[in-house]
């Protein structure tokens, strides 16, 4: 379906801002507060440590290649927004309207746009909450096309009325679209209290391809663009601590003012940066690796951000493993091959991952300090963010090679609080117990 997008020149709009109301334990507070809980995907379902890990490096294979083609679009803007990251690796719950529907949806800190199924459904997949009626809602209200949110867009049309459809592609072929519109959204859990956020720009998806069930009902972008939640919220910080993947525990997602408190623990702090041509990633710098007291010898333009928009390390929290490019990959490899001083065992079939290492099952043994040197600091990769267990005693390196730019998936941010904090250009972490946070 074609989307044409219409301007309209010297026009005078107005648009509705996100306006913010506290309730639960925030009710004396004036300061957006949020903190929730967010699970794996992949949580709960009957699958072995084995299955777990080859679904999550699939999706990740998936998720790389997309925000692949979206990067090499570079000096191409209109080619390369035309494709979004897809999905993530966790579920947030929210609810949406007045009196509140409830559903999960990734949490994304690749991708802007939220968006849910919306009913009466012209093509939807199943999901285990009820899809939401807009019919059903008090403040629920069509955005116009003269909205700001509207123009950001990367793909919509206008109807008789002006009011604002959208189209949202990812790059495994699924896709959303309907109505762009506002409505009120409730964030938060139960025992540390809820926050009513009004206005917020929302996709109303009636045509929806490609999702699964297991992809929850919708998607939340917590990118850097306009559209995301975060840049709604007008609160330039967030937090998320992530429990290990192969476990069940929920982690913890922290908006507002919440993510201004940090737990006890050393901090370390890198400058957030910008590439300009994909203005909504997060970027961080890496300068160097070190495996065990040898400090490999790349160069740092490995992980320098281009001109073009190429190169640089995307974190992000919907791909599982830490990509490099092949260069430093095959350097990191070889350098843990040469320190760990352990069988190897060929198990990529299975899992994806190469190389493994089968474990002595007396004693215990002591893989090398992985530390990476970040513009301004250095931080300390333990094992289990280097490492999966595939089977018992057998521990795979969670890398993986990529033939342009870097990512800082999930597993490297394990065990870590992790804090974006937007309008100071900063990048935190802090070693953390996430279970319970």
């Given at each position: 379906?074609?989307?044409?997008?219409?301007?309209?020149?010297?026009?005078?709009?107005?648009?509705?801002?996100?306006?913010?109301?506290?309730?639960?334990?925030?009710?004396?507070?004036?300061?957006?507060?949020?903190?929730?809980?967010?699970?794996?995907?992949?949580?709960?379902?009957?699958?072995?440590?084995?299955?777990?890990?080859?679904?999550?490096?699939?999706?990740?294979?998936?998720?790389?290649?997309?925000?692949?083609?979206?990067?090499?679009?570079?000096?191409?803007?209109?080619?390369?927004?035309?494709?979004?990251?897809?999905?993530?690796?966790?579920?947030?719950?929210?609810?949406?309207?007045?009196?509140?529907?409830?559903?999960?949806?990734?949490?994304?800190?690749?991708?802007?746009?939220?968006?849910?199924?919306?009913?009466?459904?012209?093509?939807?997949?199943?999901?285990?909450?009820?899809?939401?009626?807009?019919?059903?809602?008090?403040?629920?209200?069509?955005?116009?096309?003269?909205?700001?949110?509207?123009?950001?867009?990367?793909?919509?049309?206008?109807?008789?009325?002006?009011?604002?459809?959208?189209?949202?592609?990812?790059?495994?072929?699924?896709?959303?679209?309907?109505?762009?519109?506002?409505?009120?959204?409730?964030?938060?859990?139960?025992?540390?209290?809820?926050?009513?956020?009004?206005?917020?720009?929302?996709?109303?998806?009636?045509?929806?391809?490609?999702?699964?069930?297991?992809?929850?009902?919708?998607?939340?972008?917590?990118?850097?663009?306009?559209?995301?939640?975060?840049?709604?919220?007008?609160?330039?910080?967030?937090?998320?601590?992530?429990?290990?993947?192969?476990?069940?525990?929920?982690?913890?997602?922290?908006?507002?003012?919440?993510?201004?408190?940090?737990?006890?623990?050393?901090?370390?702090?890198?400058s957030l940066v910008k590439n300009s041509l994909q203005p909504s990633f997060y970027y961080m710098s890496l300068l160097g690796i070190i495996i065990g007291k040898t400090r490999l010898n790349?160069?740092?333009?490995?992980?320098?951000?281009?001109?073009?928009?190429?190169?640089?390390?995307?974190?992000?929290?919907?791909?599982?493993?830490?990509?490099?490019?092949?260069?430093?990959?095959?350097?990191?490899?070889?350098?843990?091959?040469?320190?760990?001083?352990?069988?190897?065992?060929?198990?990529?079939?299975?899992?994806?991952?190469?190389?493994?290492?089968?474990?002595?099952?007396?004693?215990?043994?002591?893989?090398?300090?992985?530390?990476?040197?970040?513009?301004?600091?250095?931080?300390?990769?333990?094992?289990?963010?280097?490492?999966?267990?595939?089977?018992?005693?057998?521990?795979?390196?969670?890398?993986?090679?990529?033939?342009?730019?870097?990512?800082?998936?999930?597993?490297?941010?394990?065990?870590?609080?992790?804090?974006?904090?937007?309008?100071?250009?900063?990048?935190?972490?802090?070693?953390?117990?996430?279970?319970?946070?």
């Amino acid at each position: 379906m074609a989307y044409p997008v219409y301007t309209l020149l010297f026009m005078v709009f107005t648009f509705a801002v996100p306006t913010i109301s506290i309730s639960g334990n925030d009710l004396n507070s004036n300061k957006l507060s949020i903190r929730t809980t967010i699970k794996h995907i992949d949580a709960g379902k009957n699958l072995t440590r084995s299955e777990l890990i080859k679904r999550a490096v699939e999706r990740g294979k998936h998720r790389l290649e997309t925000l692949k083609s979206r990067l090499t679009a570079g000096t191409s803007p209109s080619a390369g927004a035309l494709v979004q990251p897809g999905n993530g690796e966790y579920l947030m719950n929210l609810g949406i309207g007045t009196p509140p529907t409830y559903f999960s949806a990734i949490m994304d800190t690749g991708s802007d746009l939220i968006w849910t199924q919306c009913a009466p459904c012209l093509l939807c997949f199943s999901q285990p909450t009820p899809i939401f009626n807009p019919a059903k809602s008090s403040s629920y209200s069509k955005l116009s096309c003269y909205s700001k949110f509207c123009e950001a867009l990367p793909l919509y049309s206008c109807d008789k009325k002006n009011t604002c459809s959208y189209l949202y592609q990812y790059a495994d072929y699924s896709y959303t679209e309907g109505s762009l519109a506002s409505e009120t959204f409730t964030l938060g859990t139960s025992k540390k209290g809820t926050s009513k956020v009004r206005n917020v720009a929302f996709g109303c998806g009636d045509v929806n391809q490609g999702f699964g069930e297991g992809d929850g009902a919708g998607l939340v972008g917590l990118g850097r663009g306009p559209l995301s939640l975060i840049s709604q919220l007008d609160e330039p910080q967030f937090s998320y601590c992530l429990t290990p993947m192969l476990e069940s525990e929920t982690s913890s997602l922290l908006l507002g003012s919440s993510a201004n408190s940090l737990p006890f623990g050393p901090i370390r702090t890198t400058s957030l940066v910008k590439n300009s041509l994909q203005p909504s990633f997060y970027y961080m710098s890496l300068l160097g690796i070190i495996i065990g007291k040898t400090r490999l010898n790349i160069p740092p333009k490995t992980f320098a951000l281009n001109a073009d928009g190429t190169g640089g390390v995307i974190v992000d929290s919907g791909t599982t493993l830490f990509y490099l490019p092949t260069s430093a990959f095959n350097l990191v490899a070889a350098e843990l091959a040469n320190q760990i001083k352990l069988e190897q065992v060929n198990l990529y079939n299975e899992t994806g991952l190469t190389p493994c290492w089968k474990v002595p099952s007396k004693g215990t043994y002591s893989f090398p300090k992985f530390i990476l040197h970040l513009n301004g600091t250095y931080i300390e990769l333990f094992s289990e963010n280097y490492l999966l267990e595939a089977y018992t005693g057998i521990q795979c390196l969670a890398l993986a090679p990529s033939d342009s730019f870097s990512i800082f998936g999930n597993v490297a941010q394990q065990g870590y609080l992790v804090r974006y904090d937007l309008g100071g250009g900063k990048l935190s972490f802090v070693p953390t117990n996430c279970k319970g946070q």
